[in-house]
């Protein structure tokens, strides 16, 4: 596996309380994203970074927000967590975004919103 | 015209058959597709990858068959065995903003002894 650490690895949590979830990477990849899997939506980006400091949206920003002040920590943050939000979510790094440069997926953090 | 739709949703597969799993998009400008492979409780990761410059590409037991005109694309195993019971996943975008990287909905695959 990539050295990627996703924490917590699972978390339940209550309608309108911040959560933050953490991806921390060994490989010093320049390029780093958060995706929710859903079933029957496959993987949807939500953020990704292209350096330290440097975050783009991705197809469902809505309700999150993300932090990257060193190249091996991207931080996703929701703000107020809703039951909508319940997912599964995925850290991936790249080294580049050209073809011989896949994405590397973490394990996961399942995320309960209750 | 963002969509990469896949099919089906989930496939049984005796050992020693053969495995399809097809995905279309709509988006000209996508030249590079992925396959991931993801197992309970992991990530997923990369298989196998073709550019549009090929029809076919091969590794070991795994094939993808690209359709330029037709705008689809399919994934093969041969001879599936119990060990590829999986998630699989395709994708697709431009060759150099991988970063623009649109998965399919994903395909529960089981290989039954």
């Known amino acids: 596996d990539a050295g990627i650490t996703q924490s917590p690895r699972h978390k339940v949590t209550e309608t309108g309380t911040p959560v933050t979830l953490r991806c921390h990477q060994t490989?010093?990849?320049?390029?780093m994203y958060w995706y929710r899997q859903d079933p029957g939506h496959g993987l949807r980006l939500i953020h990704y970074s292209y350096g330290v400091k440097d975050t783009d949206k991705g197809e469902v920003s809505d309700g999150y927000s993300v932090s990257r002040s060193k190249t091996e920590d991207f931080l996703l943050t929701l703000e107020s967590a809703t039951s909508s939000q319940t997912s599964v979510y995925f850290c991936a790094i790249s080294e580049s975004t050209v073809t011989n440069s896949p994405l590397h997926f973490g394990n996961g953090t399942r995320l309960t919103v209750t | 015209q963002q969509q990469v739709k896949q099919s089906p949703q989930s496939l049984i597969v005796q050992k020693g058959g053969i495995s399809i799993i097809n995905c279309a998009y709509e988006n000209t400008a996508f030249d590079y597709f992925p396959w991931y492979q993801q197992f309970p409780g992991k990530g997923p990761a990369l298989l196998i990858a073709?550019?549009?410059?090929?029809s076919e590409k091969k590794e070991g037991r795994f094939t993808i068959s690209f359709n330029k005109s037709a705008k689809q694309f399919s994934l093969h195993i041969m001879d599936s065995q119990p060990g590829d019971s999986a998630t699989y996943f395709c994708?697709?975008?431009?060759?150099?903003?991988?970063?623009?990287?649109?998965f399919g909905t994903g395909t529960r695959l089981q290989v039954f002894p």
């Open positions: 994708a697709a975008s431009p060759a150099y903003n991988t970063d623009k990287l649109i």
């Open positions: 073709i550019r549009p410059d090929v």
């Open positions: 490989e010093n990849h320049r390029y």
